[in-house]
């Protein structure tokens, strides 16, 4: 009798959602001759999205910050998972800030990878989340959990010099428009940075934002 030679597993359909171009081109050099991978790009959340309902990947590996959007890739997780996506999702991402790392775990990501991993870690990272468990750094996820701990003091955020420089505007009341002709940038700009802002401080609205401003300058010291 003749055995049945079975036949080969077709390749893991990876959906890149990352605004640079190099990125989708960095994960199927990396992951050539270690896993059998069909990479699909997209540079944009509204790209990625169309690239999800279009060519059904099995995973989706979304970058954080794309152009000025600090956390649309946060933002995208929310929308997948709310239309009822199931594919693990990992997010690739420089920012190495707990805080901001519980955010996209708290959107519906399965897993972190920073993008300046070992490639083996890079690779370990994917075929976790891929068979359907999730995957945090060690020194991350005790950062984590060190958030979580009753009365536990989160660590203060590090902000850019723009990042203060609104953040000092908010704490003074003025409004996004009037940020934007002070700073000669765009509203959009402005209404970027401030939700960032929020993520990395925590406020629930704009309101809370004004507060929690306020006091990060006190605690800071930093005059307004």
Known sequence: MTATVPSPAPP???????????????WEWITRGRLDC???????????????????????????????????????????????????????????????????????CNGIIMKDSPSD??????????????????????????????GATPPRPRLTPRELDILRAIAEGLSYREIAERANISYKTVSNVSQTLKDKLSAQSFADLVVKAIRHLEETRDGI
Do not use: K
């Not at 990272?125 to 979580?148: F, K, N, T």
């Open 12 to 26: 893991l359909r990876v959906l890149i959602v990352d605004d640079h171009p190099v990125v989708a081109e960095g």
């Open 38 to 108: 069909e990479v699909i790009a997209a540079a944009t959340p509204s790209q990625g999205w169309r690239a999800w309902r279009r060519q059904a990947p099995d995973v989706i590996v979304v970058d954080l910050t794309m152009g000025e959007a600090r956390l649309a890739g946060a933002r995208l997780i929310e929308r997948l998972r709310a239309a009822g996506a199931n594919q693990p999702i990992l997010v690739f991402t420089m920012h190495r800030s707990p805080i901001i790392a519980r955010r996209a775990l708290q959107a519906g």
């Open 121 to 150: 870690d890079i690779c370990e990272a994917l075929r976790e989340v891929a068979r359907g468990g999730d995957y945090v750094p060690a020194d991350l996820a005790r950062r984590i959990a060190l958030l979580e701990r009753p």
